[in-house]
C-alpha cells in the first residue's frame, strides 16, 4: 500500500516569508502527483499537477517539484501573504489509479 | 460555470438511519469518486466509478452504497452498517480514473450522526 507523509503537520511564519512544504511517498512508481489547498470546512482546490515525466510546474507564486527517485515533492509557496493560510495537501497516484494523500500541512501565515 | 455540487453542505441524522449524499457534475468527466476525511487524516477512497453503471469499491467501502444511473451524478448511502459515519464527505471527478487526469473536488458534505 502507498503511503503518502507530509511533516510537519502545522507550520507558522510570519507575512512575507517564503514557504517550504514537504511530501514524501513510498511507491516511486507515480504517475503523477497533485498538491491542494482546502480552508476550513471547504472542499479540495487544486494547486499543481504534477506528470512522473515533469520535475516542476509552477503557477504565479507557487512552485512543485518532483523527484521520484527520493520519494519526495516540495511546494514553495513565495512571498507568503495572510491569504495562503490554509491546509496544503499531496497526492499521489501510483499504480492502482487511485489518489492516496497525505493528512496536511496546515500554514498559518502571521500579519 | 462547470463544477461539482454537493448537497446538503450540512446533515444531521439519528443513529440506525440511512442517508443519502448528492453529488452532481457538469464537467463532462467519466470518473467520479467519493472521499471521507476525518480529522488529522488524509482524505480515505469510499468508492470510484470510471464509467456509467460501473463502480469499484475504494478503501473503506463498508456500510456504504452508491449508484451511477447517469453520467452526471455519484449518490452516496450512509447505511446504518456504517459504525462511524460522523465525517466530512468529499466528492470528485476526473476526465478518467488513469493517473495523467487532475482530480476536482467539490465542497463536501458534513455528516453528523448521533
Known amino acids: 500500500k502507498q503511503e503518502v507523509t507530509q511533516i510537519p503537520a502545522a507550520l507558522s511564519v510570519p507575512e512575507g516569508e517564503n514557504l517550504v512544504l514537504n511530501c514524501s511517498f513510498t511507491?516511486?512508481?507515480?504517475?503523477?502527483l497533485q498538491w491542494f489547498r482546502q480552508d476550513p470546512g471547504k472542499g479540495l482546490t487544486s494547486l499543481l499537477l504534477?506528470?512522473?515525466?515533469?520535475r516542476e510546474q509552477t503557477s504565479g507564486r507557487l512552485n512543485a517539484s518532483l523527484d521520484k527517485s527520493s520519494g519526495r515533492s516540495t511546494l514553495y509557496i513565495a512571498a507568503s501573504q495572510p491569504g495562503d493560510s490554509a491546509t496544503y495537501l499531496c497526492?499521489?497516484?501510483?499504480?492502482?489509479?487511485?489518489?492516496?494523500f497525505g493528512a496536511g500541512t496546515t500554514v498559518t501565515v502571521r500579519a | 460555470d462547470g463544477g461539482i455540487t454537493q448537497s446538503p453542505k450540512y446533515l444531521f441524522r439519528k443513529e440506525g438511519q440511512n442517508v443519502t449524499l448528492s453529488c452532481e457534475q457538469n464537467?463532462?468527466?467519466?470518473?467520479m469518486y467519493w472521499y471521507r476525511q476525518d480529522p488529522g487524516q488524509g482524505l480515505r477512497l469510499i468508492y470510484y466509478?470510471?464509467?456509467?453503471?460501473?463502480?469499484q469499491k475504494g478503501d473503506i467501502a463498508e456500510g456504504y452504497s452508491v449508484s451511477r444511473e447517469k453520467k452526471e451524478s455519484f449518490p452516496l448511502t450512509v447505511t446504518s452498517a456504517q459504525k462511524n459515519p460522523t465525517a466530512f464527505y468529499l466528492c470528485?471527478?476526473?476526465?478518467?480514473?488513469?493517473?495523467?487526469?487532475?482530480?476536482?473536488f467539490g465542497p463536501g458534505t458534513r455528516l453528523t450522526v448521533t
Open positions: 470528485a471527478s476526473s476526465i478518467q480514473t488513469s493517473g495523467n487526469h487532475e482530480q476536482y
Open positions: 511507491d516511486s512508481a507515480i504517475y503523477n
Open positions: 504534477i506528470q512522473s515525466s515533469q
Open positions: 497526492a499521489g497516484y501510483f499504480n492502482d489509479y487511485k489518489l492516496s
Open positions: 464537467l463532462n468527466h467519466d470518473a
Open positions: 466509478s470510471q464509467i456509467v453503471n460501473d463502480f
